[in-house]
């Protein structure tokens, strides 16, 4: 088994820190992994990505071209990512940033207003965590406990009042993701 995950968006969304708790989940569990993130020099505003692959053997190579699974935070990491995924992969995307529908039909194209979830949480900075609970929708191999014990064990100590919300807003993602996916099989 080998996954690969992309991850991208605006810098400030928490693309990197989604990444490591996938990775650290994975890690926990006995998994090999790698985490590789890229962002452009802006602190706020530009570019970030990181790449996770998971896997139950050695890694050959961190690098991932056709990615079956992506989550896309904003419009331009959706027309980026959507064109060179593999058939049959999940694309998560941030409906609350995306104004036009899926191009492919040969992928799993899953639209969450995963802004608008956060904010019913009542931090808009858990976006991130909501598009994550919806890949887990597609990524078996890595449960929503396992993200959750992920956070608890690696969340600095100021951050842990905040796990909570973050447990909620993984949830509901899943949930929202599983419907979608359910309705497309």
């Not at 058939?87 to 998560?92: N, Q």
Request: proline share 6%; with cysteine; glycine share 8%.
């Amino acid at each position: 088994m080998q996954k690969e995950i992309i991850i991208s968006g605006f810098g400030g969304q928490g693309v990197l820190f989604a990444g490591q708790v996938i990775a650290y989940a994975a890690m926990d569990s006995g998994k090999e992994v790698t985490w590789i993130p890229s962002y452009g020099p802006e602190m706020r505003g530009g570019t970030a990505n990181c790449t996770v692959v998971i896997a139950d053997h050695e890694i050959g190579s961190p690098l991932v071209k056709n990615p079956p699974l992506v989550i896309a935070l904003n419009l331009p990491s959706y027309d980026k990512y959507e064109p060179v995924m593999q058939a049959g992969g999940t694309l998560v995307v941030n409906q609350s940033m995306v104004d036009r529908g899926a191009k492919r039909t040969d992928i799993n194209t899953v639209f969450v207003p995963a802004n608008e979830i956060a904010e019913q949480i009542g931090d808009k900075k858990l976006t991130n965590m909501v598009t994550v609970g919806a890949l887990l929708a597609a990524l078996p191999e890595v449960t929503l406990e396992t993200i959750q014990a992920a956070l608890k064990a690696h969340l600095p100590a100021r951050h842990q009042h905040l796990l909570p919300k973050n447990y909620e807003a993984l949830r509901r993602g899943f949930e929202s993701a599983k419907e979608q996916l359910a309705v497309a099989v």
